[in-house]
């Protein structure tokens, strides 16, 4: 069984067969080295307000929208079975 993880930049998709919250890799798709979000998590952006989200919120790598999300507590990482 496998786990898929997104990346933060180019939001492609990559299978690991272990359960984590971020990986961190270079995407063989964008070239970039950075965190790739468990994709369990980037569906939790969701619940951001629209009103509590900033002007650039769309533009801002995956990992960066999910790290204020937590902060302000509009998501809590214990709610995942990662």
């Known amino acids: 069984m496998s786990d898929t993880y997104v990346c933060s930049v180019c ?6 067969p272990y359960g984590v919250r971020f990986i961190v890799l270079t995407c063989p798709a964008c070239g970039r080295h950075g965190r790739h ?6 569906s939790l952006l969701d619940r951001v307000p629209e009103s ?15 790290l204020e ?14």
């Open 11 to 16: 939001r492609e998709t990559t299978e690991r």
């Open 52 to 66: 509590e989200r900033g002007d650039d919120w769309e533009d801002r790598p995956l990992d960066e929208r999910l």
């Open 69 to 82: 999300a937590v902060e302000a507590g509009h998501i809590s990482l214990g709610e995942t079975a990662v």
């Open 37 to 42: 979000v468990h994709a369990s998590l980037v």
